[in-house]
C-alpha cells in the first residue's frame, strides 16, 4: 500500500493551491484520509481529516480557508487551500486510515510529504 502525494510549491500569500494524494495498493477498505502538515521546527499538527462515516475535521487555523474532499471511487483525497499565509508553509502529508486485502486491521499509512512554501 502506497501514498502518493503532489500538488506543493511555491506560492504567494493570498493564492492558491490544491494538494492530491492517491492510496494504491491491495486495499480492502479506506475509514478516513487526511493532510498533516509540519513546519520547521515544529510537531506535525492535522490540517484537515474525512471520514466515509462524513465526520470532517478541521485546524482552527484553516478551518474558513481550506477545504477537504474525497474521491472514494479513485481513493484520492484533495485539500484545496485559498488564502494562503505565510504561516502555512510546511511539508504536508496525507494519511489513510485503512484495512488491506490480507489483514482485517485497521493501520494507518502516510505519504511522503509534500512541500508547500508561502511567500509574503
Known amino acids: 500500500v502506497q501514498l502518493q502525494a503532489s500538488g506543493g510549491g511555491l506560492v504567494q500569500a493570498g493564492g492558491s493551491l490544491r494538494l492530491s494524494c492517491v492510496a494504491s495498493g491491495s486495499i480492502r477498505s479506506i475509514h478516513a484520509m487526511g493532510w498533516f502538515r509540519q513546519a520547521p521546527g515544529k510537531q506535525r499538527e492535522l490540517v484537515a481529516r474525512?471520514?466515509?462515516?462524513?465526520?470532517?475535521t478541521y485546524a482552527d487555523s484553516v478551518e474558513d480557508r481550506f477545504s477537504i474532499s474525497i474521491e472514494s471511487a479513485k481513493d484520492t483525497v484533495y485539500l484545496h487551500m485559498n488564502s494562503l499565509k505565510p504561516e502555512d508553509t510546511a511539508v504536508y502529508f496525507c494519511n489513510a486510515d485503512l484495512i488491506r486485502l490480507d489483514k482485517w486491521s485497521l493501520e494507518a499509512y502516510w505519504g511522503q510529504g509534500t512541500l508547500v512554501t508561502v511567500s509574503s
Open positions: 474525512s471520514t466515509n462515516g462524513g465526520i470532517t
